[in-house]
């Protein structure tokens, strides 16, 4: 009896704790339901109830997970023992990072803004706020039922991520270069946006994780191993990442290629398989949200027109008549007087949506509209197809007033560091890193286009693909590099002929 309670102790700790997190998180949901008038009954009680379900299932897997890893790493030396080690250093720079900040805050006030918005949608049960962060922050509560349970949860997920990066690298390439990855603590954006829990925080990190994944299972052909456990995990966290963000849409392409080149096997059948199933999380993930999804609004139209029309090269006598139909929906002087006095700096907020923002003195959007949603949005696209080129410059300019700044947030030298590795990579004829650098290059193109404001956050996904990619180049350089330039000396050097020759330097 006591020998098979040992061999089911991972069972029974994530049981208790599993139900100790069910009372606390049930407790949280029945002090602040209905508290907040935040997507209150948007949906219906039955689906409120659904989502509910899933959040807790999702938590008790990640609990018994969770669980089962910590108990194989404390009690054999096994690849868990040094996912944990490795993760050590992140989760202390990003823990003190965090201890920092809400010091300073009040318990239950260290949320606000958007944070806010998706932690009260998490407690009236609707799901779709930023698509699935609220879900996110709802499964959060039940493995750490308290009000900073996504940023706790975070916080580990980010650091067993990234130690599971350093122990792939470390793996494959058995080269004590892969712990130069712990230098991407040091940068700024990587501790604060790992603290912070908005959606492209999230977002980042698991793109980061599922590329590195899927990179050296291909490498090292992990799919004669992978399960159907782990196919179903990738096409979800695939599937996944293409509909968090809008930008993520190419995954539907770029992702799909990738899951078949690491776990297609050759086979065919595998294949049909693997599209399959992808197929049918697309469906299943996007349908919930094509229905209940919170609209954005006209946030990113909003944008184009206001930095267009702050283009010089823009010719307004050519859109005359779409300009007239848009002046009945945006007040165009105040638009000017906003491009006038802010310059570069005017992309970087979208504050022209405020209403309350110096006194309506930027507000930019009539209160009687006076034309349809289809007559605005014929005169929004045929704004952009008579005047391309400042239409181009102006995003072009969006993106550049993301990336001026002079310190660790410069996004110029990583889309030039993309591109290098990209180049890099069809030198060297990795076809998984060619995929990889393509995808994000279209990430930034689609990001730019889509942006309804300069913001860094958006390109952060970039930022640490660029990076630690980078240390990954130099440690395959540096290994493989000099492996094949070895074997290469080795192979002009062997007797060709009944003769040996001899290498000139």
Same mark, same amino acid.
């Given at each position: ?35 907040? &008038? ?65 010091? &300073? ?14 932690? +009260? ?52 390439? +058995? ?184 006194? +309506? ?145």
């Amino acid at each position: 009896m006591i020998l098979r309670l040992k061999e089911k102790t991972d069972v029974l700790i994530a049981i208790a704790w599993y139900m100790f997190s069910l009372i606390g998180g049930l407790r949280l949901l029945r002090k602040h339901y209905g508290q907040s &008038d935040t997507y209150k009954d948007a949906i219906s009680k039955g689906q409120q109830y659904f989502w509910l379900g899933i959040a807790i299932i999702i938590a008790f897997i990640i609990i018994y997970a969770f669980t089962t890893f910590l108990l194989k790493a404390f009690s054999e030396d096994s690849k868990e023992r040094k996912i944990l080690t490795y993760m050590v250093p992140f989760l202390l720079m990003l823990l003190a990072y965090f201890v920092v900040t809400i010091v &300073d805050n009040p318990y239950e006030a260290y949320y606000h803004g958007d944070e806010l918005l998706v932690l +009260n949608s998490a407690f009236n049960l609707w799901p779709y706020f930023f698509v699935y962060l609220s879900e996110f922050y709802l499964v959060s509560i039940f493995i750490v039922p308290c009000w900073i349970a996504p940023t706790i949860v975070k916080v580990v997920l980010v650091s067993f991520l990234m130690g599971y990066i350093v122990y792939r690298v470390r793996r494959h390439y +058995n080269s004590n270069l892969a712990y130069c990855i712990y230098l991407i603590c040091l940068l700024k954006p990587f501790y604060i946006l790992g603290v912070e829990v908005h959606r492209m925080q999230w977002y980042a990190f698991l793109y980061l994780f599922v590329m590195v994944k899927l990179c050296f299972d291909i490498k090292e052909k992990e799919s004669k191993k992978a399960t159907w456990i782990d196919n179903c995990i990738m096409i979800f966290l695939i599937a996944l990442l293409s509909v968090l963000r809008r930008e993520g849409i190419y995954l539907v392409l770029f992702g799909l290629i990738l899951l078949l080149m690491a776990y297609g096997k050759s086979n065919k059948k595998k294949m049909i398989k693997l599209a399959v199933g992808f197929i049918s999380a697309e469906v299943l993930i996007s349908i919930p949200i094509m229905f209940n999804g919170m609209s954005e609004g006209r946030m990113a139209q909003d944008a184009v027109v206001v930095h267009m029309l702050g283009e010089q090269s823009l010719d307004r006598n050519k859109v005359r008549d779409e300009l007239e139909v848009l002046g009945k929906v945006y007040d165009i002087e105040i638009i000017d007087r906003w491009n006038q006095d802010l310059g570069l700096a005017s992309f970087d907020t979208n504050n022209f949506d405020l209403i309350d923002w110096y006194d +309506n003195y930027y507000y930019i959007e009539r209160d009687d509209l006076e034309v349809s949603e289809e007559e605005y949005r014929q005169a929004f696209y045929k704004l952009i197809i008579k005047q391309p080129i400042p239409y181009v410059k102006s995003r072009i300019r969006a993106f550049l007033a993301a990336g001026r700044q002079v310190d660790s947030y410069n996004l110029y030298l990583l889309l030039l560091l993309i591109i290098v590795e990209l180049i890099y990579s069809i030198a060297t004829d990795k076809k998984e890193w060619m995929i990889i650098f393509l995808g994000v290059l279209v990430h930034i193109g689609l990001t730019t286009v889509a942006m309804p404001a300069s913001f860094f956050k958006y390109f952060f996904q970039m930022y640490l693909v660029a990076y630690t990619f980078l240390i990954v180049m130099i440690v395959d350089y540096n290994v493989e590099g000099k492996r094949q330039l070895h074997y290469d000396c080795q192979f002009k050097s062997e007797p060709q002929n009944g003769r040996r020759t001899t290498l000139r330097t």
